[in-house]
């Protein structure tokens, strides 16, 4: 058995308590005793919490796997630009070549820094964000060279206690904690009771309803459209669903070509990807790889003409690439709308305002 499919397997038991999720169960106690005591040694103070001089948000999750903290990281940010904040991100960019602390910059590359926090950076304008396992270390890197930051965003940092932190926000998706079980018989890091270590914290699920019963608030999450791979590197909005099915049948050749679209998903639930396209009215053939998927090969042949991909895939397909090594095929990027519902807006402004009351 391959390691995807084993992961398949595992990813799959984590849905309800069958023979593979009890016969981890011992494993399961182990990593929740490893855990706790690493969580009792931070609170003793055995283990020194990193405090930086301005207020740090953690946004993270309690399963493995994608829940929507990257939606949700992008989404912070840009509200606190509107509050005319000056916000730094710093992330450990899974899957990266190294794990030093690197500073972004119009040079990097998904290999070199991690498609999740180069994605945030394009998204965000180009916001200071540092990367490197020690997320410590990076935000100090982060602050030395842009000192008059004023907070610090922390992708997927929740169990990296290591930086203390003033709010966490908490994201689940319609998942919720699965079979309620500790890796690796169940999704949860950590229990899904367990106190948070911070002095404020927000829950956040990225479903229509809340699949905990953590008391949060709710996002909506939808595809707006999408527009040319080469329109999209370089800053161009979306193109609405009807217009993007105009384009396209209106470069078909001959003029009635059918519209075949294969849609191509490298992110922890393809399936949901699957699903929003579905839901916008785009017919389409499905390709799922494995999350954080390189590119390092072009997966689709050559034959195919028209393909559908997310932004965290297309932040690792340079348009020169493409029209080098599949000339003739025409990629779209399909833009994710994730918008919190305002209460979560009123509830975390007052928790960025009561973390900067308390540093003065």
């Keep these: 058995m391959s390691a995807s499919s084993l992961t398949d397997r595992i990813t799959a038991a984590w849905l309800g308590r069958g023979p593979l999720a009890i016969a981890l169960l011992p494993l399961a106690g182990l990593y929740g005793a490893l855990s706790a005591l690493r969580r009792l040694l ?50 450990r960019g899974h899957g990266r070549e190294s794990a030093d602390v690197r500073l972004l910059d119009e040079r990097c590359t998904a290999a070199e820094v991690g498609d999740e926090p180069l994605l945030i950076w394009r998204r965000t304008g180009g916001v200071p964000l540092a990367v490197g396992r020690d997320r410590a270390a990076a935000a100090q890197a982060l602050l030395a060279t842009h000192p008059d930051t004023q907070l610090i965003v922390c992708d997927d940092g929740l169990q990296h206690w290591r930086l203390a932190r003033d709010i966490e926000i908490i994201v689940f998706d319609e998942r919720g904690a699965g079979n309620g079980w500790l890796l690796p018989a169940g999704p949860l890091r950590e229990p899904i009771s367990t106190p948070g270590m911070a002095p404020r914290s927000l829950t956040l699920y990225n479903a229509t309803a809340p699949s905990t019963p953590l008391a949060g608030h709710l996002a909506q999450r939808t595809m707006r459209g999408a527009c040319r791979l080469a329109d999209w590197w370089q800053g161009h909005p979306a193109q609405p669903w009807a217009a993007v099915q ?98 979560f807006w009123t509830a975390f402004d007052a928790a960025v305002q009561a973390a900067t009351a308390a540093r003065t």
């Excluded at 740090?56 to 999750?61: L, S």
């Excluded at 796997?65 to 710093?90: D, F, S, Y």
């Excluded at 490298?266 to 954080?292: M, S």
């Excluded at 493409?322 to 918008?339: H, K, T």
């Design 246 to 343: 105009s384009a396209v049948q209106s470069a078909a050749k001959p003029p009635d070509t059918a519209i075949d679209w294969l849609a191509v998903a490298g992110i922890a639930v393809p399936q949901r990807f699957f699903d929003q396209l579905r839901a916008a009215g785009l017919a389409h053939r499905p390709l799922a790889l494995h999350d954080h998927f390189d590119f390092a090969t072009i997966p689709w042949p050559a034959s195919e003409r028209l393909i559908i991909v997310t932004e965290k895939d297309a932040i690792k397909l340079p348009p020169d690439r493409v029209a080098r090594e599949r000339p003739g095929c025409d990629v779209w990027v399909a833009a994710l709308d994730f918008s919190p519902e305002p209460a």
């Design 42 to 91: 931070y609170r003793l103070g055995w283990l020194q919490h990193i405090r930086l001089p301005v207020p740090v948000i953690v946004v993270g999750n309690r399963v493995a796997g994608g829940a929507g903290k990257t939606p949700t990281t992008i989404a912070v940010v840009q509200h606190l630009l509107t509050q005319g904040l000056r916000v730094g991100v710093v992330s």
